[in-house]
C-alpha cells in the first residue's frame, strides 16, 4: 500500500504543471511576496509601492510595466514599459522580454489565479501574489 502511494505521488507531480494552462493568470497586477535568491537567501516584501501590470494579447504578446496603486482603482504609470512574448520551449513557459536596452528571458515555474512564481536568468526565483486595490467608501 505504501509503495502504491509513492507510485501516486510521484506520478501526480510528474504530470502536473502543463504550462500552456499558466498563460491564462498572467494578466494583471501583481506583487511581489518575496524572492529567493539563487544562494538561498530569502527577501520579504511586507509592502511594495509600486507593483507590476502584466497584460497578453491573444498572440502571446504584450507588455509588462510597474505602477504606483492608488486608491479606488486608480494606478499612477510613466510611459516605460517592457514589450513581452510568451513561448513554449523545452516544456516550460518562458516570458522573453525587450526594451531598447536588454533582452532577457524569465521562466514561469508556476501560475495560477492568486500566485505567480517566476524565475530569472539569475536563477532568483519571484513569488508575487495577485494584487488586491484599496477601496475605501468615499463620499
Request: charge should be negative; charged fraction near 25%.
Amino acid at each position: 500500500m505504501r509503495k502504491l502511494l509513492w507510485l501516486v505521488c510521484i506520478v501526480v507531480l510528474g504530470c502536473s504543471g502543463n504550462p500552456e494552462t499558466y498563460i491564462e493568470h498572467l494578466d494583471g497586477y501583481w506583487e511581489i511576496e518575496k524572492v529567493t535568491l539563487a544562494d538561498g537567501t530569502v527577501k520579504q516584501y511586507r509592502f511594495n509601492e509600486t507593483i507590476d501590470y502584466i497584460k497578453i494579447n491573444d498572440s502571446s504578446k504584450g507588455f509588462r510595466k510597474k505602477v504606483k496603486p492608488g486608491i479606488n482603482d486608480t494606478y499612477f504609470t510613466s510611459d516605460d514599459s517592457e514589450a513581452l512574448a510568451l513561448k513554449i520551449e523545452d516544456n516550460q513557459l518562458n516570458i522573453h522580454y525587450s526594451t531598447p536596452y536588454s533582452n532577457w528571458v524569465e521562466t514561469v515555474l508556476e501560475a495560477s489565479k492568486e500566485h505567480l512564481k517566476i524565475k530569472n536568468e539569475n536563477n532568483n526565483v519571484y513569488l508575487y501574489k495577485r494584487y488586491t486595490p484599496i477601496n475605501l467608501d468615499i463620499e
